[in-house]
């Protein structure tokens, strides 16, 4: 890798991604493994997560699997006394997320709260354990939440979503301040529409269509998209960001009203 690479490697940095069992959270274990970086992966079934393991062991990387429910706190505090073993995180990518699309007048009180659980709660719980015990162990780190155009703009059908993902930006700025005195940086990333295994079917529909002629750069995002961004924020290429949101989504964001 070229010297102008160097200060995005994480080698033999301690990570641990939320949601690692499918779409973005698989991504973003994979790329962070080619970095260096040892990878935890997370999710509620741990079995789910074997394949991401497997690949990156393959590909030369070193990387576990560990059960997490990011809405349950004994489970978030067992999840990182497992980690433990390698180490304090230097890094927590924040990515299990959820949603119900359905119109606001049909969602019932328990859509909210899985969402809401899941998205904010979730976010909030593993970021703060995480920094007790960077705090703990005086070694500084970076968190990462992924949020979502949506946290900044709205769409119909995903109410508890939007709001889930509006909390999570203003939590990462609530975090990056109280945090920066003990070297943790806290940073949002906003991906917009990214193409994934689970929603490719839409995306690639007529609907799919109207939605892209929307979007400035008439493209939906790649998975690939997010790796500068992402590298960015969790590498000392980011050293001095801290409370910043940073949008991936082809000006989806700043398009006309």
């Keep these: 890798m070229s010297d102008a690479l160097t200060p995005f490697r994480l080698d033999g940095r301690v990570v641990l991604v939320t949601g690692a069992s499918s779409g973005l959270g698989q991504h973003f274990a994979r790329l962070l ?9 997370a999710a509620r079934r741990a079995d789910k997560l074997q394949g991401v393991v497997d690949d990156i062991a393959a590909a030369g990387g070193e990387a576990r699997a560990f059960t997490l429910d990011v809405t349950d706190a004994a489970s978030v505090r067992a999840c990182l006394d497992a980690v433990g073993a390698w180490g304090v995180p230097d890094v927590v990518i924040n990515n299990a997320g959820v949603t119900v699309t359905r119109p606001l007048l049909e969602q019932s009180e328990e859509d909210f709260d899985q969402v809401l659980d899941t998205n904010l709660k979730g976010c909030w719980l593993v970021a703060t354990e995480a920094a007790r015990r960077m705090v703990a162990a005086d070694k500084g780190g970076a968190i990462v939440n992924v949020a979502s155009i949506l946290g900044e703009r709205v769409a119909g059908g995903v109410a508890p979503y939007a ?8 939590a990462t700025k609530a975090m990056a301040l109280e945090l920066a005195r003990h070297r943790i940086r806290v940073n949002a990333l906003l991906p917009g529409y990214v193409v994934t295994d689970l929603n490719r079917d839409f995306l ?46 082809g000006a989806h964001l700043v398009s006309s009203l």
């Design 33 to 41: 493994a080619s970095v260096g970086a040892r990878i935890a992966v």
């Design 204 to 249: 690639t529909s007529e609907a799919g269509d109207k939605l892209r002629s929307r979007i400035p750069s008439r493209r939906f995002g790649e998975l690939t998209d997010l790796d500068g961004p992402l590298l960015l924020l969790a590498s000392d290429a980011g050293a001095a960001m801290s409370g910043a949101t940073v949008a991936v989504d």
């Design 163 to 170: 709001i889930s993902k509006a909390g999570v930006v203003q």
